[in-house]
């Protein structure tokens, strides 16, 4: 039985917020420890020649409707507080810097907590770096120590390898989960993770 498993993520993919308002009652479930993993949608997309699905099904509205249709009763079957960003697609770029740096000052968590909300569940303007700063502080968490340390190029280059290594993996968007090198993409793949996580 595992142990540990990994949630890579990106802040600007919705599917991502979905995964992650899972993940506690998961973990509760099955006695494991999530680790969370940022990466960069757009970097990873490149690195694969993959596409977001309202480009990738443009000329399939039928598949297209039927993905809008599954995210809506997924949001409605788990009762989560989801509204859609007005300013959906935003480029997370700054946000996952966020993340690396969150990560090493041992706030990762939190921080993934306060922006998700603020993203995926208030509609707030998260391009914007006072609205960040607002909600970073607002969380108890230290606005200025995490967009100072976002700018660092260490950890800047920390984002690039880590979207590199999910390329590398097999990853090609998100939300990824790995349990042990074992890979399974998508929101709905979340049950074969548990299914993975308590076989003997």
């Given at each position: 039985?595992?142990?540990?498993?990994?949630?890579?993520?990106?802040?600007?993919?919705?599917?991502?917020?979905?995964?992650?308002?899972?993940?506690?009652?998961?973990?509760?479930?099955?006695?494991?420890?999530?680790?969370?993993?940022?990466?960069?949608?757009?970097?990873?997309?490149?690195?694969?020649?993959?596409?977001?699905?309202?480009?990738?099904?443009?000329?399939?509205?039928?598949?297209?409707?039927?993905?809008?249709?599954?995210?809506?009763?997924?949001?409605?079957?788990?009762?989560?507080?989801?509204?859609?960003?007005?300013?959906?697609?935003?480029?997370?770029?700054?946000?996952?810097?966020?993340?690396?740096?969150?990560?090493?000052?041992?706030?990762?968590?939190?921080?993934?907590?306060?922006?998700?909300?603020?993203?995926?569940?208030?509609?707030?303007?998260?391009?914007?770096?006072?609205?960040?700063?607002?909600?970073?502080?607002?969380?108890?968490?230290?606005?200025?120590?995490?967009?100072?340390?976002?700018?660092?190029?260490?950890?800047?280059?920390?984002?690039?390898?880590?979207t590199e290594a999910a390329a590398i993996r097999g990853a090609f968007g998100v939300p990824t989960f790995f349990v042990g090198e074992d890979i399974f993409w998508g929101k709905?793949?979340?049950?074969?993770?548990?299914?993975?996580?308590?076989?003997?």
């Amino acid at each position: 039985m595992a142990e540990v498993f990994e949630f890579l993520f990106d802040f600007g993919g919705p599917n991502s917020y979905l995964a992650h308002k899972m993940l506690p009652d998961l973990c509760a479930r099955t006695g494991t420890q999530v680790i969370y993993v940022p990466i960069l949608l757009g970097g990873l997309f490149k690195l694969t020649n993959n596409q977001a699905p309202m480009m990738r099904f443009a000329d399939t509205p039928a598949k297209r409707n039927y993905e809008m249709l599954e995210f809506d009763r997924f949001v409605k079957t788990h009762a989560l507080p989801f509204k859609m960003n007005p300013r959906f697609p935003i480029n997370s770029l700054y946000l996952m810097r966020g993340a690396v740096a969150a990560q090493r000052l041992g706030c990762l968590v939190p921080y993934v907590d306060a922006v998700m909300s603020a993203m995926w569940e208030d509609g707030a303007d998260m391009s914007d770096t006072n609205v960040v700063r607002d909600v970073l502080d607002k969380a108890g968490l230290d606005s200025a120590a995490l967009l100072n340390l976002a700018d660092d190029p260490e950890v800047k280059a920390e984002l690039i390898a880590s979207t590199e290594a999910a390329a590398i993996r097999g990853a090609f968007g998100v939300p990824t989960f790995f349990v042990g090198e074992d890979i399974f993409w998508g929101k709905e793949r979340l049950g074969q993770v548990e299914a993975e996580l308590t076989k003997s």
